[in-house]
């Protein structure tokens, strides 16, 4: 049998194995789609209803602003992006006559933001700031803004601009996180604990995340325990947040506890970024559904792909380097969100690939925020080490 | 106490896009090429038809195939008013041309619409102008393959609200184009991949010669040489394209610094048995077994050149036989050299000997790069 025959016998195969193939149900009573949020729920509904008034009104801006808002919290809590796009929307029109609204420029920077306008973002949540000065909202978005593009100056600024409009925790937890990144780790975590104790009873979705950033500072402290102990305390709060989720399983990951992300998160596949973890922790443990999770995994990156989506980048460098094994890949992925984001675990991703791809050059940007910043991180600190003995500029 | 919730949540600034796909449909568009038909399939979220038709009647959130086929004139309705084609200036007319059925995408049951456009000529060009839930979500996407009359292989397009109407190319790729373009780029792969070279060599050094008591002597036949190089080319080129053909299909894959070490312990395994002489008779076994893992090579190189939707067969068969041809120049320019300096002391005591040395210092290099250099913490 020659070898082009049996590709030609392969390939005749696959070609009728691998077709796409629509079904037509048996019965009518055969539930065929599991809509995720039911007209049972109350949100759904008070946004549903008014949606039927704004038809009737479809120059009711404040309705409008309304249904946005209602829109982007639900996005918020739920992950969705296709609420993103409801509360764009909404927003839309207004677009061309750009209010003198403070709610509408915080939204509208909101939606920009989600999108990685950064610039524009910060443009539209300072108008929102002048038109509203004692609102919180858009200072507060401002500084994550500014976190994310290493802009540690002005992100201070806006933490201490907090101070005066909200409450002293979120204040002092604001000032925390930049601290811990530009070289005051140890004083940061004293001081945001300190405060959190004075603070106490604290509502459970400020506890929660002030305990995941308490959490990842002991884990760049080296207190693996003291981490442990705040994680616990966060997801001790009964409030669902995927962000917890991911940084408590990092930590389960990096402890080598592969089982315990299995059993947490069991039910989280349709999350891309708690999937990653469980993709990772069944690698780990060499469980029989891990490669189930990252064929499930490939194709959403696939998907992500073919609409020219640049929001997944770090998790998709993630999954190259640490689920396929491509190093190449990786780094391409992490190069190009480098030009974006630019928090911590962006230029961790950077280096891991650059490492693993042998291209210590490539990791040089995130080098030189290691070296400017300051930041404490033992485990960084070995990447540059490593990069620097390969022939990176440390 | 919700306003201090959102304050919150925004200094986390995760993007909750992580959570789920963002909405997509899905066409393929087909042009035929004897009368101006384009055959349409188009798969619409069920999710996203619900939003705009409330499909689910009875509010419970769960969909039932009754619900959704009540609604089926309601749905073709909504989606043909928001997809048109039009040939010239001259819209295109729809039909349906099947009943809807459903299909399951990654993130759900989508409902699967069959259409046909029946347009006047494509002489004039031909247009799409799509815009299905861009009133109600701008986020939303078309995501199109487009077949132009006569091509094989797709083009994809993506429809947002920024970009609505597009022109589709109507010069098709042709199949001869794009089996060319890949037996060119299977040919460079092989010759620049200085790794395939270095195994086949290694195979090939011995192939003048025959092993007798302990040493090599020149062969007596040119028949006789000829048939060793056919066994372990043959033998070679069966297994990688096994290899290729299910890495590229989906059906094995393997991580990438895995077989390249493996491809370069292979060529250091196939030097030193030139010296060593352990494997004289069955050079062929060798030359398919390490063949295998020389395979899943050749796929993450094609695969990095991007295969095309839908001629999918062509790209895999046009790179194989371009590593075939390029294979093949390189024997055809070794053997008849290495036959005629076969008798030589050259050739048998410096030669082969300190070639194959040669071959298996560069390759234990490459092995150590590959397999050692890399690291990753899990």
Known sequence: MSPRFLTALLLAFVATAGQAAPFTPKSDSEVVERLPASATDPQVRRVDALRKQLAARPDDNGLRLDIARRYFEMAMAQGDPRYIGYASAALLPLEKTAPNDASYWLLHGLLQQYSHDFPGALTSLHKASELQPQNPEPVAWRAAIDMVEAKYDDALGECTRLVTLSTALLAQGCTAYVQATTGHLQEAYDALAKEYESAKPVVPELALWVDTRLAEMAIRLQRPAVAEAHFKDALGQNVTDQFLLGAYTDFLLQQRRPQEVMVLLKDWERSDILLLRLALAGKAAGDSRAADWASQLRDRFVAAAQRGDRLHEQEAARFELDVEGQPDKALAYASRNYTQQKEPRDAEILMRSALAANQPKAAQPALDWLRTSHYEDAGMATLATQLAAKGAGK | ?378
């Open chain 2, 1 to 378: 106490m919700k306003r201090l919730i959102v304050l919150v949540l925004s200094l986390f600034l995760f993007a909750p896009a992580w959570a789920h796909k963002p909405s997509d449909s899905y066409l393929t568009l087909r042009a035929t090429s004897d009368n101006a038909d384009v055959a349409v399939r188009w798969d619409i979220a069920l999710r996203d038809l619900d939003y705009v038709l409330e499909l689910d009647r009875d509010g419970n959130g769960d969909l039932t195939w009754g619900e959704v086929r009540q609604r089926n004139d309601d749905i073709a309705k909504y989606a043909l008013s928001h997809l048109q084609l039009s040939a010239g200036e001259k819209d295109c007319a729809w039909q349906v041309a099947a009943p809807m059925q459903l299909d399951k995408h990654s993130d759900g049951t989508y409902a699967v619409l069959s259409l046909t456009a029946k347009c006047e000529s494509f002489e004039r060009g031909l247009k799409v102008h799509y815009s299905l839930l861009f009133d109600v979500d701008p986020t939303h996407r078309g995501l199109v393959q487009w077949i132009a009359p006569g091509g094989l292989a797709s083009q994809p397009l993506v429809f947002s609200s920024d970009s609505a109407e597009q022109s589709l190319q109507l010069e098709a790729p042709s199949a001869w184009k794009t089996l060319k373009q890949y037996v060119t780029e299977g040919i460079w792969h092989i010759w620049l991949g200085y790794d395939h070279i270095l195994f086949l060599l290694s195979l090939l050094l011995p192939a003048v010669l025959v092993r007798t008591r302990d040493h090599w002597e020149p062969a007596t036949s040119l028949k006789r040489s000829l048939l060793e190089v056919l066994k372990v080319v043959t033998a070679f080129t069966l297994a990688h394209s096994i290899t290729l053909s299910l890495a590229v299909l989906g059906f094995v894959s393997l991580p990438s610094r895995f077989v390249e070490s493996t491809i370069a312990a292979s060529v250091v395994f196939a030097a030193l048995n030139n010296i060593r002489g352990s494997i004289e008779k069955k050079r062929w076994v060798m030359a398919f077994t390490f063949g295998l893992i020389h395979g899943f090579g050749f796929a993450s190189a094609l695969a990095d050149l991007g295969l095309p939707q839908g001629a999918l067969a062509l790209a895999l068969v046009g790179f194989n036989l371009g590593v075939e041809i390029g294979q093949m120049v390189i024997v055809a320019a070794f053997v008849p050299l290495a036959f005629w300096l076969r008798g030589t002391q050259f050739y048998r005591r410096w030669f082969m000997p300190i070639g194959s040395i040669l071959i298996a210092i560069i390759a234990t290099y490459w092995f150590v790069q590959r397999a050692f250099d890399v690291r990753g913490p899990f």
